[in-house]
């Protein structure tokens, strides 16, 4: 895959870059970036991610939002590609030169050190023809400046303006900032991780049997709030496909579940450890949730189908 195309990155080719990289780097810090001709993106195992598609993985529980970095945009469109363009504070001439500024006191003129001519290493004044002779008393020399070959204006600090690809000029003061986090993966990822390719090969039997069905699909429930389901079943009735396999945060996951399950109103396939199942069938409807107890994950999608073909309407 061409990381420089990040636009054409698949949502599900997302959530695999992810799980490779909970795999590889589960603590790496994803940092946003501005990319010429893509636009601002997350490298994810050397490919480009955009931040759009990275939005939808943290909506999803994959990834947590960090702190995060602000990029200057056109407040007329915002477009992030943007080029700085010095102007005289005059004339807005962009003709310019930098130089070491001297000023001679009395006359008041000020220009670029190579405009005043030396003499037996002392400066002339090129309008007033003066000798320069003690700096601080005669001339003061301020420092770096600047001067418009244009009209002629000598200042310190040349007008800052910036221009975007489409033409629209503006001050500093009135650039955007747009704000894109840095993530972490999830602690949901980094479970999901083991199941996720055994419940895509169940999509992909149950597409053999006619039976359309999607990963980490977006469901809204009776609260209006939505909920992300590990595997969604487009059957009559809809099934989802739910799990809690991880021991260590198991009391928050089945809280969790049980919310969601009590939100939706569609039938449910809780894939669980078998020392959870007992606790977790005093807590459903049997009617609406049926529990898979699996010892070995591997069964999880021969189980699967099995339990769906049984509830999906012929």
Excluded at 186 to 215: C, H, N, P, V, W
Aim: glycine share 6%; net charge neutral.
């Amino acid at each position: 895959m061409d990381e420089a195309a990040g636009g054409e990155v698949k949502e599900a080719e997302v959530v695999m870059l992810l799980s490779a990289l909970a795999m590889e780097e589960p603590q790496r810090e994803l940092k946003p970036e501005y990319k010429a001709g893509v636009g601002v993106v997350y490298e994810v195992s050397g490919i480009n991610v955009p931040a759009d598609k990275m939005k939808i993985a943290e909506e999803k529980g994959l990834l947590e939002p960090l702190k995060e970095s602000s990029f200057a945009a056109c407040p007329r469109c915002g477009s992030l590609i943007l080029k700085i363009m010095l102007k005289c504070p005059n004339c807005q001439g962009q003709s310019l030169i930098k130089s070491d500024i001297l000023v001679h006191y009395e006359c008041g003129f000020s220009a670029p050190v190579e405009e005043f001519h030396q003499r037996e290493g002392r400066y002339l004044c090129p309008r007033c023809r003066k000798e320069l002779k003690r700096v601080g008393i005669d001339y003061g020399r301020p420092g770096i400046g600047f001067k418009c070959q244009i009209c002629g204006q000598v200042f310190q600090y040349p007008m800052v303006v910036l221009s975007c690809d489409n033409g629209h000029e503006f001050r500093i003061d009135e650039v955007e900032l747009k704000h894109y986090p840095s993530y972490r993966l999830s602690s949901q990822l980094k479970i999901m991780r083991r199941i996720y390719d055994l419940l895509s090969i169940a999509r992909t039997r149950l597409r053999f049997k006619g039976i359309e069905s999607e990963l980490l699909a977006k469901v809204k429930g009776k609260s209006s709030m939505n909920h992300i389901i590990p595997l969604f079943v487009r059957t009559n009735p809809p099934i989802i496909v739910d799990f809690i396999l991880d021991e260590k945060t198991f009391e928050t996951q089945m809280l969790q579940t049980l919310v969601k399950l009590m939100d939706l109103d569609v039938k449910a396939i809780l894939v669980v450890k078998p020392f959870m199942e007992d606790k977790i069938r005093r807590l459903i409807n049997p009617e609406r949730v049926r529990v898979l107890s699996v010892a070995n994950e591997y069964d999880i999608p021969d189980l699967v189908i099995s339990e769906v073909l049984s509830i999906a309407e012929p």
